[in-house]
């Protein structure tokens, strides 16, 4: 019987299967309508710098909920000194990233980094000296002070394009500012053509960049990425994210002085409003966003970027593109929400179908497991025990393929005692095959005895002989049958019996026939005289078999070997001659 407990469990989850379909469909109603940000999905964008405009587009999409309506509830972290953000990706402290056209250098060192949408279309990135010094072209930064920041793998390549080499500078750790560069203790710094010639602007002086641009290296700017495992266990993630981010670019573009306010009022005011308005602006030129969409990637344009590499020996050759770019997989349309929806409603309800009937089982298998583990340790005493059986029995146990050879599968221990070969040195026929023991005139009756016993479905028993290893006739006694799960349409097959040396019998009984054979020859020269014999009580005559009455001599003699010598009885002789004896 079911405990209380069993039927009391089993109640409450049929309830919940019930329950469970109102639970789902008011779920999925919370789901769209974005009610309860316990159910966001929490993620961490990780910026390549500080807070201010360069990073407006993210600062939109929190502030407007489009990350909050994609089912997002974004953290944005500021870059940390000492770490780049690709590791940070990579190892999963952050979900998402930003970083420039080096991210194809990282992926072509085994960096599992895929780009998701270049925000720029065009790097700010370049070389800002004051129009006070000498410097009017690039070449004549060779032996000046170059301050040079993190992710300026494109700076490299613009020097490197136009003959220069790192060792041709004197390389200063970059301040991130421009003071000094406006003092005189740099030469030239690397630069954001949003941020730092603003500084120059606010005091009124001249300046010069040399960008990238002019020896024809125009790469991606500021591009969103995320790794392969975001990408391959998280499509869902990674679509909303960057659906949501173009969403909040747009707005950011359309609405700047919003995001300036935001930014001042909610993130930073490391830069004041003028120098955020200015950034603004620049940006705008940056994104592009008039000649194609926000986030918009080339994979021809990423081509082109590896082979400029390449050309200045920054890359390999012919690096593969396949997976560093991002395709997104499927289309957010609503008819298909819903279909997967009711579909995951579904497979839940199967689920939980599912677990009923295994708790539902659940209890019946304790118990059979406990049996089972009884039975198990009973099965292993047995076999122990049949094994010690066998290997004592005077006969060998065997499992043999029926063919030419008898091939053994099996044989016990009594196998030395009876052919004189080990069981491993005839099993598998290593040394031996069985059907070399058989006298040659036994084997067709033995393969007829058995195949017809297995094609009938019964047990075999038969007697043979065999000559062992050393040449010693014996005498068998073999029963067995077709092993159990072999069929008779199997081309193998397998037999399975025991085969007792039934020599010393054999002898017994040849022993016992010789004595039987001589008791009925003996029996054959001896006449027996028994049953009922018919004698007259008068003549004491005896009746033969043919009716006649005979003396008792004349039957006797008749019906037995026995001689007769006449005398006469003692009391014959009295009344035959009564004066001899008186």
Not at 282 to 297: N, Q, T, W
Not at 554 to 582: V, W
Request: proline share 3%; hydrophobic share 40%.
């Amino acid at each position: 019987m079911k405990s209380a407990g069993y039927r009391l469990f089993l109640a409450r989850f049929r309830a919940l299967f019930f329950l469970l379909p109102v639970f789902l469909a008011a779920t999925i109603v919370l789901a769209d309508s974005g009610s309860s940000d316990s159910h966001l999905d929490k993620v961490v964008l990780r910026l390549k710098w500080l807070h201010q405009f360069q990073f407006a587009g993210y600062y939109a999409a929190i502030e407007q909920g489009f990350y909050r309506d994609a089912g997002l509830e974004v953290e944005i972290v500021e870059d940390t000194p000492g770490e780049e953000s690709v590791k940070t990706v990579v190892s999963g402290r952050a979900h998402f990233g930003i970083g420039g056209a080096e991210l194809l250098l990282h992926r072509s060192r085994g960096e599992p980094v895929v780009v998701l949408a270049a925000i720029y279309q065009h790097s700010p990135l370049a070389f800002l000296v004051p129009a006070t010094n000498d410097i009017t072209n690039i070449h004549q930064l060779a032996g000046r002070r170059v301050m040079l920041e993190k992710h300026s793998a494109e700076l490299l390549a613009y020097l490197r394009a136009e003959g220069l080499k790192m060792d041709d500078l004197e390389i200063l750790p970059h301040t991130y500012g421009v003071n000094e560069l406006i003092e005189g203790k740099a030469d030239a710094i690397s630069a954001y053509l949003s941020d730092e010639p603003f500084n120059f602007v606010m005091r009124n002086l001249e300046y010069r960049v040399f960008t990238p641009q002019s020896s024809g290296i125009d790469f991606y700017g500021d591009v969103l990425f995320t790794s392969e495992d975001q990408v391959r266990n998280y499509p869902e993630r990674v679509a909303a994210f960057v659906a949501a981010t173009k969403k909040g670019w747009q707005y950011a573009m359309d609405n700047p002085q919003e995001i300036i306010e935001l930014i001042l009022s909610r993130y930073s005011q490391r830069h004041s409003r003028e120098h955020l308005q200015f950034e603004a602006e620049k940006s705008k030129a940056l994104i592009g966003r008039e000649v194609v969409e926000i986030g918009y990637m080339n994979p021809g344009r990423w081509r082109h970027i590896a082979e400029k590499y390449h050309e200045l020996a920054m890359l390999p050759a012919d690096i593969s593109l396949e997976g560093f770019i991002y395709t997104p997989e499927t289309v957010d349309n609503l008819f298909w929400r819903r279909v997967l929806q009711l579909g995951e409603l579904v497979i839940a309800l199967l689920l939980l179908w599912f677990v009923i009937r295994l708790i539902r089982a659940h209890f019946n298998l304790e118990d059979l497991y406990r049996k089972n583990r009884i039975a198990s340790r009973r099965l292993k005493k047995n076999r122990r025990q049949i094994a010690m059986l066998l290997g004592s029995m005077p006969g060998m146990a065997y499992k043999c393929e029926i063919g030419d050879k008898w091939t053994m599968k099996y044989a016990s221990r009594g196998c030395k005692e009876l052919t004189g070969y080990l069981p491993e040195e005839l099993v598998n026929n290593v040394k031996a095959d069985y059907a070399d023991f058989i006298v040659p005139g036994d084997l067709a009756r033995i393969r007829q005895v058995v195949m017809q016993a297995i094609e009938a479905g019964k047990p075999y028993n038969l007697t043979y002989r065999i000559v062992d290893a050393a040449g010693q006739q014996k005498w068998v006694w073999d029963q067995g049958q077709l092993s159990s799960g072999r069929k008779k349409r199997n081309k193998t097959r397998i037999v399975e019996g025991f085969i007792s040396d039934i020599s010393e019998a054999k002898k017994l009984e040849a022993e016992n026939q010789r004595a039987i054979a001589d008791l009925q020859q003996a029996l054959g020269e001896i006449k027996v005289l028994r049953g009922i014999i018919p004698i007259c009580s008068s003549c004491k005559k005896i009746r033969d078999d043919k009716g006649l009455w005979n003396q008792v001599e004349q039957y006797l003699k008749d019906h037995t070997d026995s001689e007769f010598s006449h005398s006469i009885c003692p009391e014959c002789a009295a009344k035959m001659y009564p004066r001899q004896n008186g």
